[in-house]
């Protein structure tokens, strides 16, 4: 498994590019890091080989397609054995409305970033969908009022 040690100036200089614009051309990403398009190439198709490049996305818009309603959603569950997390895990993984999920060293089990329409469709998703999932005890939620940052 590569280390971040392993990185030199250039794959890091890649990649800080691609997290900006994941649609640049190779030699538009070439020009940007110093090098010509075929060393370029090689060095992504590396990167993304090794794993460090997970994949490329589109940034979108929520807002404007109607699902600008955001809560985080503190849950605690009634078990944090293994076998109970992985349930858990496996069942989360499963909610297109849960946008995020973090286990956390805290006093509740999980951190949710839940996305919705509006606040009736995010208490459906909430005593429906969430409070339904395989162990879960107690949940407790933060409504999102403005978004400064995100990405």
Known sequence: MPT???LD??????????????RLSMAALAEQV???K????????????????????AVIDRLRLGEGHVAFVQVTLSDSRSAALIDF?????????????HMMAANFDYLLKVRS????????????????????????????????KEG
């Open 89 to 101: 895990n496996r069942a989360i993984a499963k909610v297109a409305q849960i946008e995020e999920c």
């Open 38 to 57: 075929t060393p370029v190439q090689a060095r992504v198709r590396r990167l993304e080989a090794l794993g460090l490049i997970k994949g490329y996305s």
């Open 9 to 22: 100036r250039i794959d890091r200089n890649i990649i800080r590019a691609l997290h900006l614009d994941g």
């Open 117 to 148: 329409t509006d606040i009736v469709a995010y208490r459906r998703i909430l005593g429906e969908t969430i409070s339904a999932l395989p162990h879960v005890a107690h949940t407790s939620t933060f409504v999102v009022m403005e978004a400064v």
């Open 4 to 6: 971040v040690d392993d």
């Open 34 to 36: 110093g090098l010509s």
